[in-house]
């Protein structure tokens, strides 16, 4: 069968990452999390001491981004792939608050973006893939032929985000979390390179009240019809 392009675009903490990856998984295309990207990024300047407070030494990353290494390994026993950054395993370090309250200023960076694109770019090179992230549809495959637009609102991503924290063992309270993540609503929609918004041919999924089971079958149909399969 001919394999696609499926790009999900959306605002952080809808659950777009889950979607993703078990789509991918049933239909055995590789998943990509363009969003770990930027964090992995995120936390080498965090750790070389590249910010300070919330200004970044853009030179200072601009002459050592092309010698970052971000990579993505599978996971042989849960099936799922894992971010390594310069060979270790980064996994779980990215998704700390810490990153997730610099991501986006990151994330502005034109030059950064670039990087990432390209990057991206190169890994859907075969196609078989399902990324996830902001700017798949409308910068990265603009060709992609199933592109997925989901949203949730910020009360219910903060609270799926709070309770994953908990999960872990990671601090932040509801309060912090909902206003980050109103924060970085803010910023991806209003920053000038690669803004978040819906693709004209994307379809739009709010998820606010679906069971990952509904979601699982709705997407299901979407890629049976872009494929033309039963
Ligand atoms: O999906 P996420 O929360 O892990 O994404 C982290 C940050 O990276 C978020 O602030 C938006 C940004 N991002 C982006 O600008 N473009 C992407 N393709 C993916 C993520």
């Known amino acids: 069968m001919k394999k696609i392009i499926i790009a999900?675009?959306?605002?952080?903490?809808?659950?777009?990452?889950?979607?993703?990856?078990?789509?991918a998984r049933e239909i055995g295309y590789i998943y990509i999390d363009s969003g770990a990207m930027y964090r992995a990024v995120t936390l080498y300047c965090l750790e070389h001491g590249l910010f300070q407070g919330d200004t970044i030494d853009?030179?200072?990353?601009?002459?050592?981004?092309?010698?970052?290494?971000?990579?993505f390994k599978l996971n042989h026993e849960t099936g799922r792939p894992q971010t390594y950054l310069d060979g270790k395993l980064v996994e779980?370090?990215?998704?700390?608050?810490?990153?997730?309250?610099?991501?986006?200023i990151v994330a502005a960076l034109d030059f950064v973006r670039e990087a990432m694109v390209r990057l991206q770019q190169q890994m859907g090179h075969e196609k078989g893939i399902v990324m996830d992230g902001r700017d798949i549809g409308t910068t990265v495959f603009p060709d992609?032929?199933?592109?997925?637009?989901?949203?949730?609102?910020?009360?219910?991503?903060?609270h799926r985000r709070f309770d994953e924290l908990q999960a872990k063992g990671e601090p932040g309270s509801y309060e912090e979390i909902?206003?980050?993540?109103?924060?970085?609503?803010?910023?991806?929609?209003?920053?000038s390179v690669s803004p978040l918004r819906k693709a004209d041919d994307a379809i739009e999924l709010d998820n606010s009240h679906l069971t990952i089971q509904e979601q699982k079958e709705w997407l299901l149909a979407r890629f049976r019809e872009a494929t033309g399969t039963k």
């Open 8 to 23: 999900i675009d959306g605002f952080s903490s809808c659950g777009k990452s889950t979607m993703a990856k078990d789509l």
């Open 58 to 71: 853009t030179e200072r990353l601009k002459a050592e981004l092309p010698d970052l290494d971000i990579a």
């Open 92 to 104: 779980n370090d990215i998704r700390t608050l810490a990153v997730s309250s610099k991501v986006s």
């Open 144 to 158: 992609a032929e199933l592109k997925i637009f989901v949203t949730a609102s910020p009360e219910i991503r903060a």
């Open 178 to 191: 909902l206003h980050n993540v109103e924060e970085r609503d803010r910023i991806d929609m209003n920053r």
